[in-house]
């Protein structure tokens, strides 16, 4: 038996709870049949939340608030002539730690007190001139998420050592596809798009030359940026790494003079002696401090140990110097905007994150926490995410059939979070010795390189994959476990049959099943098993991987197209064209598995899909209910939720000091005891609140050792047949979804 209940959505609702976003969940639990199986029923409850304007970091449109800035007197202004200091971080380069760079990485820096981001996009050093066309749709990404969320946007022209001199960057030095291509691009697509927020630095830190040099590079770029985007701000780097301001001062620019800003940079480790410049050149010119970092000028610094983890010893003292300067101690008495030295998770000093892709303070690194504080300190909304909405990975399905010359990419799976997009096992990945950083929970990492590090704040095993380009430039899914799970958005052309191959090494190995899901407007629409001999209805339980036989000392570099065993000539069957969700479920654990490629095989012009109906019966696939699975429809929720729970083994009050033990680990925490007597509607409830770790630990001990207590509960228990339920509570869903998966595997419920 398998109960239902269907819950109001909470749009718009002000929660206090621990100052802080907090999810819910309720579990009820009831005695069922000879004492041997519970019914729990979950229900979830996602809350928005409504604070004050100064404070609510997420909910600000800073390019509503400022409009289209300008320079007056020196000072960056609003559009009506209000003073504006633009802050937040810096990009890594665009073409490193990929999983940094996605539109849930901009709404974590504004929820962490931005108003704004710098686009670090690399000239050389493996960016734009290896990758014109991807480099400029990922700066297109980052204009376009910027000016959804209502922050402003740098696009970083980023020169270093390799080209110092920006006129080396020119058109005519880069085969005709140099600094004038690039801002024709971006200009263009601004105009196209009605975009009034975004600024142009013009070069990230000249080098091995002068200010003539770069002058005469300005010349011919501010040209033609104002020509397309009129009224635009630029900013322009100047001499020695941008430490010396002093000679824009001497010489500023005459051409288009009015819209720009002079760029110094600073670390405070090992620039304490150039920070009077920036203080004398913001009685002269427009200044902004478009890059800095709180360690040395090589980002980084030396390590050391806090709270127990691995971290860099930064210089606070220099930096607030800095900041004291920027918020107007200088002899402009100006404003002055910075952007820090950078959001990123390589492991070094200047990095922000241990890990990207959570974004939670306590994966902070000492210059994350240092920012974080400086940009919205102790604020109750600070670091508070929206909740993850799902949906295709970067917001773009993947196609099928595969485009010619394309793939489709393992990696790519929906966003949305453990239980909702993926389902990793623990396995090994327990064992720090599996991967090069305690923090992160991908084992496949330590077999990518640094330079792919994707995705690698969620849990999937995801590593690179040589196979295609013959360079670690695309992806493969390694060390996946017993039934480990991964949904991916598809958009299908045409109806039909389509065969699938995938890249293959000789540690591939594995089984995959595949099912299928139709969006609609009650909800996702679960279609079963859509995996079929090739032209029949035939259904196919699952195929087995197979692996490159061929004889190779490097595997992980020995990759080739390989169609899988164990069924005759297997396909997905779309029983018609549009959107769906393909579920990949792995049986049995495996090694390393590339992209795919799907080809139409047959046509199909049989019945298309039922529709769904309001209410699906929530037995439907579930043979017992012992057994069955947890499910939630619909998803994403459209006000209502339905959630179906299994049965687990029976429980007595140990259950909560179980509870407290597991829920604490995620920082979760039991809110009450509800207990369900029979014949009243209304349960009794007695509220706990939230406890810290010594509290807890001296309930569980009352419970272990005291009898009164225990007897007491007991008695409670007994008399409402053991059927009681909580209200839980999370910093937010991803570690109430952690909690639960381990509150499922210890069968306490």
């Known amino acids: 038996m398998v109960d239902r209940v269907r819950l109001d959505g909470y749009n718009g609702v002000k929660q206090n709870l621990l100052k802080m976003k907090l999810f819910k969940l309720k579990l009820l639990i009831k005695n069922m049949e000879n004492m041997k199986k519970l019914l729990f029923l979950l229900m979830v409850a996602f809350t928005c939340f409504q604070v004050n304007a100064q404070d609510d970091y997420s909910s600000v449109n800073y390019i509503e608030k400022w409009g289209r800035l300008k320079i007056v007197n020196k000072q960056l202004c609003s559009e009506s002539g209000q003073a504006v200091q633009l802050k937040g971080w810096s990009t890594f380069g665009l073409q490193w730690q990929v999983s940094c760079y996605s539109k849930r990485a901009v709404e974590a820096m504004k929820a962490f007190g931005a108003n704004s981001v710098r686009v670090a996009m690399y000239v050389k050093e493996g960016g734009f001139e290896n990758d014109r066309g991807g480099m400029i749709n990922k700066v297109k990404d980052f204009i376009s998420w910027t000016k959804e969320l209502g922050l402003y946007c740098v696009v970083d022209w980023h020169i270093l050592n390799t080209c110092g001199n920006p006129e080396q960057t020119l058109n005519q030095s880069m085969g005709g596809q140099g600094a004038e291509y690039f801002f024709t691009e971006i200009a263009n697509y601004v105009k196209q798009n009605d975009c009034k927020h975004v600024l142009y630095e013009l070069c990230n830190e000249p080098n091995q030359c002068n200010w003539n040099n770069i002058k005469n590079y300005a010349n011919i770029v501010t040209d033609v940026i104002q020509n397309i985007d009129r009224g635009a701000i630029m900013i322009l780097g100047t001499p020695q790494w941008c430490q010396l301001i002093n000679e824009a001062v001497s010489s500023p620019m005459s051409k288009h003079q009015d819209y720009i800003l002079y760029s110094f940079h600073f670390y405070s480790c090992s620039h304490m002696n150039f920070l009077s410049k920036l203080q004398s050149a913001a009685a002269s010119i427009p200044v902004v401090v478009s890059e800095w970092g709180a360690v040395n000028f090589d980002g980084d610094q030396q390590q050391t140990t806090i709270n127990g983890q691995n971290d860099f010893i930064i210089c606070t003292n220099e930096s607030d110097n800095l900041l004291a300067v920027c918020d107007g101690d200088n002899n402009g008495g100006v404003k002055i905007s910075w952007w820090y030295w950078n959001w990123g998770d390589k492991f070094?000093?200047?990095?922000?994150?241990?890990?990207?892709?959570?974004?939670?303070?306590?994966?902070?690194?000492?210059?994350?926490?240092?920012?974080?504080?400086?940009?919205?300190?102790?604020?109750?909304?600070?670091?508070?995410?929206?909740?993850?909405?799902?949906?295709?990975?970067?917001?773009?399905?993947?196609?099928?059939?595969?485009?010619?010359?394309?793939?489709?990419?393992?990696?790519?799976?929906?966003?949305?979070?453990?239980?909702?997009?993926?389902?990793?096992?623990?396995?090994?990945?327990?064992?720090?010795?599996?991967?090069?950083?305690?923090?992160?929970?991908?084992i496949g990492y330590k077999y990518a390189g640094e330079d792919y590090n994707f995705r690698n704040g969620e849990c999937v095993d995801v590593s690179g994959c040589y196979g295609l380009s013959g360079s670690y430039t695309n992806y493969n899914l390694c060390n996946r476990e017993n039934d480990e799970w991964l949904k991916y958005t598809v958009e299908v052309k045409e109806a039909g049959y389509y065969s699938f191959e995938y890249m293959s090494n000789p540690s591939t190995s594995g089984t995959v099943s595949f099912s299928l899901e139709k969006p609609g407007e009650n909800g996702a629409q679960p279609l079963g098993n859509c995996m079929y001999t090739v032209g029949t209805e035939d259904e196919i339980a699952y195929v087995t991987f197979d692996s490159y036989d061929d004889d190779c000392s490097t595997s992980w570099e020995c990759w080739e197209w390989d169609k899988p065993l164990g069924a005759k000539s297997p396909s997905l069957l779309f029983r018609e064209a549009g959107t769906f969700t393909i579920k990949m479920t792995f049986p049995k654990e495996g090694g390393d598995l590339g992209p795919f490629r799907f080809t139409k095989a047959a046509s199909y012009s049989g019945e298309g899909y039922p529709e769904a109906s309001e209410e699906p019966d929530p037995g439907v696939g579930l043979s017992d209910a012992a057994s069955a699975a947890f499910s939630i429809y619909p998803n994403p929720t459209t006000g209502e939720i339905n959630i179906n729970f299994a049965a687990a083994e029976e429980a007595d009050v140990e259950i909560i000091g179980k509870e407290l033990e597991i829920l604490r680990k995620y920082n979760c925490h039991l809110e009450n005891i509800e207990y369900h007597f029979h014949g009243i509607k209304t349960p009794v409830s007695r509220t706990i609140g939230v406890m810290d770790e010594s509290e807890e630990d001296s309930f569980i001990e009352k419970i272990n050792t005291n009898e009164n207590v225990r007897e007491s509960l007991e008695t409670i228990y007994n008399t409402v047949n053991e059927v009681h339920s909580h209200w839980l509570s999370g910093p937010d869903k991803f570690y109430l979804n952690m909690a639960i998966e381990e509150l499922k595997k210890k069968e306490l419920f």
């Open 348 to 442: 070094e000093g200047s990095s922000s994150w241990r890990s990207c892709g959570n974004y939670k303070e306590e994966d902070m690194l000492a210059s994350g926490r240092y920012i974080k504080d400086k940009l919205c300190g102790d604020s109750d909304d600070c670091g508070t995410l929206p909740p993850l909405t799902g949906g295709p990975f970067n917001g773009e399905a993947q196609v099928i059939p595969t485009p010619s010359g394309g793939y489709f990419e393992v990696a790519y799976y929906d966003e949305g979070g453990a239980g909702n997009a993926y389902y990793d096992g623990d396995g090994d990945e327990d064992a720090t010795e599996n991967y090069e950083r305690d923090e992160n929970c991908n």
